[in-house]
Each structure stands twice: as structure tokens, then as C-alpha cells.
């Protein structure tokens, strides 16, 4: 079975781009908590805590959605004009730097 290489790296830039977008958007607005696309909601400006706090693990999880982005088009490069197993690429990627 043959890879799909430029869907994997198309797919992969999206999923980069998704957490880059959602890291920036909460740089850009650090006090407040936006409720968007609901009718009905307002933005509320949240206790300072719980605003770092929520700001905190939603950084986190774009910069990890960035991370398994940049995985995915690595592996896709790696690919490149092989027919091999995507998972055994992708783990080489994904696998943490060996501790020192």
C-alpha cells in the first residue's frame, strides 16, 4: 500500500497551523475568555487565575496540536519515495530526545 505523502503533509500543516492559531489567539487576548459563533454568549472578562490557569493548559494543548503536526509532515518527508510503515516513522519523530 502506497503512502499518501502530500495529503500527510497537507493534513499535518493544518494540524501545525490549528495550534499555532490557538497559541496566538490567547497571547493576543491574555485577560479574556471568548466565547464565539454561540448566540447568546457574551465575552466575559474571567478572574484573573482562572483565566492564567485556563490561558496555561490551552497553550499547552496548541503547542502540543503544533508538535504533532510538525510530526506528521517529518514523517511525511521521511517518506518521501518509500513504501514503509507510517507508524514505525512517525515514532521515530515523536519518540523524546534521549535524556543526558
Known amino acids: 500500500m502506497e503512502n499518501d505523502l502530500p495529503l500527510m503533509r497537507r493534513c499535518g500543516g493544518d ?3 490549528c495550534g499555532g492559531r490557538i497559541r496566538r489567539h490567547l ?7 471568548d466565547i464565539t459563533d454561540n448566540p447568546g454568549f457574551d465575552t466575559v472578562t474571567a478572574l484573573s487565575t482562572v483565566s492564567e490557569e ?3 493548559q490551552v497553550t499547552g494543548f496548541g503547542r502540543r496540536l503544533g508538535d504533532i503536526g510538525r510530526v506528521v509532515r517529518l514523517t511525511a ?12 516513522a512517525i515514532d521515530r519523530h515523536a519518540s523524546p ?4
Open 15 to 17: 494540524v501545525a497551523d
Open 77 to 88: 518527508d521521511e517518506l518521501d519515495g518509500q513504501d514503509v510503515d507510517n507508524g514505525a
Open 97 to 100: 530526545p534521549p535524556i543526558v
Open 27 to 33: 497571547e493576543d487576548n491574555t485577560d479574556r475568555l
Open 54 to 56: 485556563w490561558r496555561n
